[in-house]
């Protein structure tokens, strides 16, 4: 983990805040990720045009990351259905780096030193903390659906992390991956609203079309920068120090949405620095 790919991780934390910032200010979320995906399908192709293919080796691995993606954003919406953003969303997130860890070890040969697997695990039990303790703070009692599929989600977040992690490095080309992942899976939420909606689709998307639109091409650049650094070191640490996200995002909600940070986040957030550090010191 050098500073570079440090550097470049972190920029897509906040990237990927913002565009999902975006994408919640949008009341309609079917709306929201129609737009982001045609984003991703138009920005996706226009690159594709001036990158190099990607090797033969890598596309069954792209096919498989397309597939789970899919999963996700399914898993995704069905825990936000259910549960509190605040809540469902550090959740999965916190959920995927530990998943990560084991994955990338299991089947990829990458087992982190002892410094690198104490900073994955001091930020993700900030992560996951904050969310818990948001639970404690509401004063109900946890709604097992939506923490079910909250935990599926981050397990499906693990597994395309670390298939994208062996799919990019077998490509020859990080932006060539990138731009045939996100135009080919971009193609799948646009289609079943337009199936599902018809014409009324035009109508409920111009109004909003500038920022979704906006959140697609913030979203391919912040997944850019990650598939970048998963060409430069392990997945791992990767995978931690980009849900520093969900510690901008509760920034972003404080400034933005005059929601309350409050004292778990500030928590969270201190153990996401020293888990930064410590991941740092593994380099």
């Not at 888990?275 to 380099?283: F, V, Y």
Request: glycine share 10%.
């Amino acid at each position: 983990m050098t500073l570079l790919v440090t550097a470049a991780v972190l920029v897509a934390a906040v990237t990927h805040a913002s565009w999902n910032a975006i994408a919640h200010n949008i009341k309609d979320q079917l709306v929201a990720f129609s737009l982001i995906g045609a984003a991703d399908v138009v920005c996706g192709l226009a690159m594709a045009a001036f990158v190099p293919l990607p090797q033969a080796a890598a596309w069954p691995w792209l096919i498989a990351s397309i597939v789970l993606h899919l999963v996700y954003q399914a898993l995704l919406m069905r825990s936000f259905r259910l549960g509190d953003f605040g809540q469902m969303y550090p959740i999965a997130r916190g959920t995927a780096p530990l998943v990560v860890t084991v994955l990338a070890a299991a089947f990829i040969g990458e087992v982190p030193d002892g410094w690198a697997s104490a900073g994955v695990v001091v930020a993700s039990a900030g992560l996951v903390g904050v969310a818990l303790w948001g639970i404690r703070e509401s004063g109900t009692r946890p709604h097992w659906p939506a923490l079910t599929a909250a935990v599926a989600t981050g397990l499906a977040i693990a597994s395309y992390t670390v298939v994208d992690g062996v799919g990019v490095r077998s490509s020859g080309t990080a932006l060539g991956y990138t731009a045939w992942l996100v135009s080919l899976q971009g193609l799948a939420i646009p289609a079943y609203a337009l199936a599902t909606r018809g014409r009324e689709l035009l109508t409920q998307l111009r109004p909003v079309a500038t920022r979704g639109l906006l959140g697609g091409a913030l979203s391919i650049s912040a997944y850019a920068l990650i598939l970048w650094a998963q060409t430069r070191a392990p997945l791992a640490p990767i995978a931690a120090l980009r849900e520093s996200s969900i510690i901008v995002g509760a920034a972003i909600g404080a400034i933005f949405f005059k929601e309350r940070f409050g004292g778990p986040r500030i928590a969270a957030a201190g153990l996401m620095v020293l888990g930064i550090g410590l991941m740092l010191h593994a380099s």
